[in-house]
């Protein structure tokens, strides 16, 4: 970097071959596991391979940073890099492929011969280091003060001293206490004699651990090695409150013992192991529920009176209103039935003192009114009339009802500045006895009419809920005091591994362009490298610790601009507006990319599905939506954006209550693909919950698509009661249907999509495996990063990440990679593609994935103008009948490699014999739910011999839809 002219080519040149080079090597590196790249030691691995990274990121903004630069005049070092990674790939098999021969000849001979030389060597050298160092007991030695480990031999025939620590551990005791400065209550498990205890009360560092002879543990802390430690730690946020003469624990704000407090008791002598210590506490909350007028009387009948109607003031004249019954008036401000704060107000004053009598019985309104004896009965419906809502008749004459209330709500509507009465009566009515039944007795002054349509609306009840809470158990267990039992080296025979890859599954169709993606596969796939979690590679059932793998997994990204895969200099809080719309502690992530050019007739009735979710706090889950525009076309201008930021703005305006926050970029043309859109969105989500210290582990992350025409109302709540119900779960694959405006316009995708549909359900049951979806997807952020996140940055990388998180969890007994969320779970998707695979080639709906997709994808914008098919047409219908008949074939032929072993089809007797007769008997039932006669030809496909209650079915289903 130092020589780098930039007003010289040839230095441009030098520099642009060097940063090739290193983008291919590591690249290649990361892909086959191992090393094209010279290091100084193994030691050195990690640290130079971070100053690579920072030193090819410089390069690069160097690069960038030129007067002048073209993006367009360094397509000839992506060809170099082409064909670089292409003469590395070459040189490598074939080497492999040398190296395996040498293998397989010489291993019988060699193996035997390999291990006892290479052990028996081994043995020798550690009790040759033994005598030259002090730190490691041999055979011939006595295990001093100064050892800290043993050889082999020394630890297998060896003479063993043993320190008693007040005799044998008794049974381990625990002591909790109160968070005070922490937000969470901590416990810690001590050994006998050990104590937990407060020298500072109510300071933040007062507490300490005591030993038997009653003093600090932390006193045997070495000194010199802890000022080492201290002086190396890199992180800023550490507080470093511990030092000779100063001591005293400290927590951080989950309940774990903070970093300083762990390596000053690991330097005491002690090793720690934390586990988490769950417990459920019933809480009451206030939640706000919609509920029809019946709901709201069943759910609150105290608030309504049960009446018995004596007689109506008529004035004795049947059918005319001349007195009384007329003067039920708005009242309010200038009558227009609302006061100055919005309530509504029905009026009385007016009434005449002799207006109201029915044969010998009368009243005196004015009477009434004085002595509070007149009230204004609200009926919500004319079938519930016997039960009416009573309102005071105040002084004045007037009967106020709460805007706000549930009557004020559904009862009434502000419309133009006047108040509409929507309920069925509002009788002014004279309070007679009450009946010891509890119902009133009432007669009538004036009723007014009103429209009989009464809303829906919120009613706040109190709702007691299971709120989950959580200890951090540390557990502290004195180290042994034999040292540790060193394993000897083993000299290796050869000096070159093969560099063979992990084997992975092939084959083709299913749902998603590759069935043994989506559905498992035939046969049991080979484990896979899971880089950021290594412990899968040895226990395919062992837990994750999500937030450390994310912490691995963002900090070997976090510098590689090359293969742009993270979006981390974006952040995702923008603006206040993004801030105010983050959920506190939320259970579910939903991420939704979005073309910000594209999708504007589209994002605002994707996001309302999310504002109809039903049973589910607004404050369990937040939408994240990626709004994304590439900077020019394919003809060099700049891309203009659609109103796709706008309709966001605007829901975020309209919906307060749902959490959506946005982040909007402009991409690079090697950016413009679903896989890096994907996983730049995902990455950027899993930072940003990190840094708000949200517990990955406790979270599940939701992948959707901008043009979800319907999404189930509980959508989320299954997803978040699912993950709950199955913890050793690592994802979850929803349910997907598609646009039932094409259906109704185009039936013979109905017929073949349900046919898909039926062909998936039967092979997650047969193959015990499930897939993954970008429309329909949720996973655990732990097994996202562990497996090193989405890794194919075209389309596919939906498919991917599920085969991905199937082969890390591939022999797994307890685990279960993906399992089926059913049709709670139901996305309702956009079906353009489907219909451009239709009208382009008569494709059926299964293989609408097979085309590119693009950033400047007209799809998006199309217009299909679908109008429902004609099934009295009977030109139509026999088109029809032609068309499914070929979709279904479609379909069945992308399935064929998944059912049967022979790739010729076989007929015999009448029947395709291609199919193993389970599948075929599943086939032929899957038809008969469409409503088809099959007929099977020589060639595996099947002619339709009736579709007549195909067509009536189909007929029906647009009728009703």
């Not at 002595?371 to 009926?379: D, N, Q």
């Not at 309709?647 to 991409?667: A, D, G, N, S, T």
């Not at 979709?887 to 029947?911: A, F, I, Q, W």
């Amino acid at each position: 970097m130092e020589g780098l002219n930039p007003e010289d080519p040839a230095s441009l040149q030098y520099l642009g071959v060097a940063i090739t080079e290193a983008r291919v090597r590591i690249g290649l590196s990361d892909q086959r596991s191992l090393d094209l790249i010279h290091f100084s030691g193994k030691t050195l691995v990690e640290s130079e391979r971070l100053a690579l990274d920072e030193q090819l990121a410089r390069a690069e903004l160097a690069v960038e940073g030129i007067d002048g630069y073209d993006p367009q005049e360094f397509q000839d070092i992506e060809q170099a890099s082409s064909e670089l990674f292409n003469a590395l790939i070459s040189d490598i098999d074939q080497k492999d492929r040398v190296f395996r021969r040498l293998r397989r000849m010489r291993s019988l001979k060699m193996g035997a011969l390999a291990g006892v030389t290479g052990v028996t060597a081994g043995l020798l050298i550690q009790e040759a280091h033994a005598l030259a160092s002090g730190g490691l007991a041999g055979a011939g030695e006595g295990v001093g003060q100064t050892v800290d480990r043993m050889s082999l031999i020394k630890g297998l025939f060896g003479d063993s001293q043993e320190v008693d620590v007040q005799g044998p551990e008794a049974e381990a005791h625990r002591e909790f206490f109160d968070g005070g400065l922490h937000r969470k209550a901590v416990a810690v498990k001590l050994p006998e004699g050990f104590h937990l205890v407060n020298n500072r009360p109510g300071e933040q560092f007062g507490w300490d651990i005591t030993g038997p002879d009653g003093k600090s543990v932390l006193e045997k802390v070495d000194w010199d090695k802890w000022q080492e430690i201290v002086a190396n730690d890199k992180k800023t946020y550490h507080e470093h409150h511990i030092q000779e003469g100063q001591l005293g624990l400290g927590w951080d704000s989950q309940g774990n013992l903070d970093w300083e407090s762990r390596n000053a008791l690991r330097l005491a002598g002690f090793d720690l192991t934390q586990d988490k210590l769950r417990f459920y506490e019933n809480v009451t909350q206030s939640v706000e529920v919609s509920r029809t007028p019946q709901e709201f009387i069943n759910a609150h009948p105290e608030q309504f009176t049960r009446v018995h109607r004596q007689l109506w003031y008529n004035n004795d004249t049947p059918g005319i209103y001349d007195q009384n019954e007329l003067k039920l008036w708005w009242g309010g401000q200038n009558a227009t039935g609302m006061d100055k704060d919005g309530n509504y107000v029905f009026n009385v004053a007016h009434m005449a003192p002799e207006g109201s009598y029915h044969g010998g019985s009368s009243t005196d309104a004015q009477h009434l009114i004085a002595e509070g004896k007149m009230s204004l009965a609200l009926s919500m419906t004319k079938g519930t009339q016997g039960e009416v809502f009573m309102v005071p008749v105040d002084a004045n004459g007037n009967a106020v009802i709460n805007a706000d209330s549930y009557v004020g709500r559904s009862l009434f509507e502000n419309r133009g500045g006047h108040a509409r009465f929507v309920g069925a009566y509002a009788e002014a009515v004279q309070e007679m006895s009450k009946n010891p039944d509890g119902s009133q007795d009432i007669r009538m002054l004036a009723t007014v009419v009103g429209d009989n349509d009464p809303k829906s609306a919120a009613d706040v009840i109190e709702k007691t809920v299971q709120e989950r809470h959580q200890h951090f158990m540390t557990e502290l267990a004195l180290r042994e005091a034999n040292p540790p039992t060193e394993i000897p080296p083993v000299l290796p025979i050869y000096s070159r591994r093969g560099l063979e890859n992990l084997r992975e599954s092939s084959g083709g169709g299913g749902y998603y362009g590759g069935s043994e993606y989506y559905v498992g596969g035939g046969g049991a796939e080979q484990r896979r490298a899971v880089p950021f979690a290594r412990e899968l590679e040895t226990n395919p059932d062992a837990d994750i610790d999500a937030n450390e793998s994310a912490r691995r997994y963002l900090r070997s990204i976090g510098l590689r601009r090359f293969f742009k895969a993270t979006m981390m200099d974006v952040s995702l809080h923008v603006g206040e507006r993004n801030k105010r719309n983050m959920a506190a502690n939320p259970k579910v992530v939903v991420m939704i990319p979005a073309a910000a050019h594209q999708e504007g007739k589209n994002i605002y009735r994707t996001l309302e599905q999310y504002a109809n979710q039903k049973d589910v706090d607004f404050d369990d889950f937040e939408v994240v939506v990626f709004a994304n525009a590439p900077k020019r076309g394919r003809d060099g201008k700049k891309v203009k954006l659609d109103s796709t930021i706008d309709e966001i703005e605007r829901f975020q305006k309209e919906h307060p209550e749902v959490k959506v926050r946005f982040v909007k970029r402009r991409l690079d043309p090697r950016e413009t693909r679903i896989g890096w859109i994907r996983k730049a969105l995902t990455d950027a989500v899993i930072s940003d919950l990190l840094s708000r210290k949200v517990d990955l582990n406790e979270i599940l992350l939701i992948s959707n698509d901008a043009d979800s025409q319907w999404i189930n109302p509980k959508y989320i709540k299954t997803i978040i009661d699912k993950a709950a119900a199955e913890p050793k779960t690592d994802g979850f694959l929803g349910f997907i249907d598609w646009g039932y405006d094409a259906y109704k316009a185009h039936p013979e995708t109905l017929a073949a999509t349900r046919l898909m549909q039926m062909m998936e359900a039967y092979l997650r049951i047969k193959t015990k495996g499930v897939g993954s979806s970008g429309a329909n997807f949720a996973f655990r952020p732990g097994i996202y990063t562990a497996v090193g996140g989405y890794q194919t940055l075209d389309k596919g990388e939906d498919v991917m990440l599920g085969r991905m998180i199937r082969g890390a969890r591939s022999g797994a007994s307890t685990r279960r990679p993906i399992g089926f969320l059913g049709r709670s779970s139901e996305v309702t998707s956009s079906a353009r593609r489907a219909l451009a695979n239709l009208l382009e080639s008569g494709g059926a709906p299964i293989t609408q994935w097979h085309g590119i997709f693009s950033p400047y994808d007209a799809l998006r914008t199309t217009d299909f103008d679908l109008r429902d098919f004609d099934f009295d047409n009977v030109g139509a219908v026999a088109d029809l009948i032609e068309r499914t008949e070929r979709m279904l074939n479609e379909t069945l032929d992308v399935y064929k490699s998944d059912l049967s072993d022979s790739e010729v089809p076989l007929y015999r007797m009448g029947r395709i014999t291609q199919y193993d007769p389970e599948a075929l008997r599943n086939i032929e039932r899957f038809l008969t739910v469409i409503g088809l006669t099959p007929r099977w030809q020589s060639d595996g496909s099947f002619r339709i011999v009736d579709a007549t209650r195909m067509l009536a079915n189909l007929r029906r289903w647009q009728a009703r839809h």
